[in-house]
C-alpha cells in the first residue's frame, strides 16, 4: 500500500509487526516436520525474518527451481 513511502510504510508495519513469520512461529516445532515456502518476491524482514528465510526450515529456492523448471517446459511445449 505504501510502498517506497518509507514513513508511511514503517507506521503500518509496526502496526501488523506480529504478521512477520520469525523463530516464534515455529516454536516446538522440529525442523523436520515444517517447512517455509514461499511463491516470491518476498519483502525480507517484512514478511519474513532473514533468519528464517536464510535458515534450514527454508525451501524457498527450491521451490523457485523447480517453478522455472515448470516454466520452462511449458516454453519448449508452446515453442515446438
Known amino acids: 500500500r505504501y510502498y517506497g513511502d518509507f514513513v508511511n510504510d514503517k507506521k503500518l508495519r509496526d502496526q501488523h509487526s506480529d504478521w512477520c513469520i520469525d523463530d516464534s512461529w515455529f516454536d516446538g516445532?522440529?525442523?523436520?516436520?515444517?517447512?517455509?515456502?514461499?511463491?516470491?518476491?518476498?519483502?525480507?524482514?517484512?514478511?519474513?525474518?532473514?533468519?528464517?528465510?536464510?535458515?534450514?526450515?527454508s525451501i524457498v529456492v527450491k521451490q523457485a527451481k523447480n517453478r522455472m523448471y515448470a516454466q520452462m517446459s511449458v516454453l519448449m511445449k508452446l515453442l515446438n
Open 29 to 57: 516445532i522440529t525442523s523436520d516436520s515444517c517447512y517455509l515456502m514461499h511463491a516470491l518476491p518476498i519483502r525480507r524482514g517484512v514478511e519474513v525474518e532473514d533468519s528464517i528465510l536464510d535458515g534450514p526450515r
